[in-house]
DNA sequence: GCCATGCATATTGTATCCAACCAAGGCCGC
DNA sequence: GCGGCCTTGGTTGGATACAATATGCATGGC
């Protein structure tokens, strides 16, 4: 029932559940949708001009990747974490990467340390234009490009969806606390000591790194939550009971 | 607001697509379905009585949890995980969940010791009169009943994943080489090493013991493949997916 | 006046139908 | 005889339509 007008986002032809797919995790990591707030299938279905399958299919992929959190005949909704849960994250994190940066660095050459040169100048330059929408994809090409000479996909795998979660937090700590350069200077640090073949030291500075930012932003969160207790417009918040 | 607690589960509602999803993920689980053969959606639909909607969204749930991958317009076929990959998973089960193991002992209470106590029964008595139907979950349980006081459920989220994958794989080389006796030994002396509080001793143990398995299951993999001259060579390709 | 029950509405869940797409096999040209 | 193109069958992808279910409100009883 598309009336033939201009929709908001026009899709590429490619599979248009994968689209939808991309387009909702894309607006759920940078906070385009509500916490809490249900996400209708019929809304998102018009806005992004396709079907319910799609939108119902897209919904599915990420609920099983942890985005988003389904109820039966009540809707979908972007799913958060508590403060704890966050910290757990960055903490879990940290426990694993550390243990990738170990592995990787043997089978580190040049080629790759350029590569992640290259990364860091493009980040620091994206950031220099206060481009804040590309920041988690260029971070975890950074944190990626170190690990890969580890030859671990399994655990890239579970690492980059760790990061995804984390971005979707992190994305509002750094734009208000200036955490970007503090990150750029942890990351310039961690290459110069894998450049000096520290394995020790390497993985330290990243373990700092990854729980250092995950302290700033669970406390970020506790004092936003703290100090304006309730910043909600006249939403009517109706919790229905269960008796 | 989540409650901080664990949420009462009023009653398992079940949707048609998340019993399609678990009847699939248990044939997968079981080796129901061979790998590398196509999952023909009208064929698993006409089985389960359902329509073909169901079908699609629970083999897009199970992608997303890895179990199958989906080509564009080839179907879905029953992801297979080389035996490099099966080892990593096993290496990396080992990491996390001996961390895990570390950080829930000092939480750890008589109660829980006796749960596990009770999970290993049951387990041992399942696996004598020959079921080995349950063996994944009874498993699963006993784990994450070691894991539980830590606190952690992100952590155990991702490691059930894992144990979900090594099953599928476990199974058929336990079947085969009475890989069971000696888990429930080793489960016994895990244990036991909790019970005198030898924090270290017991990971150790754990981690041996899920090395060992993992190392099990590759020599028999490799073995099998060796042996039966299964030119399959299950090229493992993952949906690489530029973002 | 308050609580329980029934109805209305909105939203999700499922089925059926049509279109797009891939793969294979036959046909034609060289 | 062989290779490329086209047709054709079959499967998946997507849209519309219908059924099931939960929520909110109104109404009636206590």
Redo the contacts between chains.
Sequence with gaps: MAPPGPVDLPIERQ?V?SLTRDAIRDRILRGGYPAGQPLRQDAIAEQLGVSR?PV??AL??L????LVTFN??RGAVVS???PA?IE??FE?RA??EA?LLVRAMPHMTPAHLARADDILDTYEASLARGQVAGWG?LNWKFHSALYAPAG????M??VHR?HQHCDRYARMQLALTHGEQRAITEHRNILVAIRRRNATRAAALLRRHILGAGQALVAFLNAQQGGAAHAAPASTRRRSR?S
Tied chains: 1, 2.
């Design positions: 599979t559940t399958i119902r299919e599915r992929l609920e099983a990747e942890g039966p005949h958060t974490l508590s849960e757990e994250l879990l426990e694993i243990d994809s671990r996909p399994v655990t795998g579970v760790l269960p």
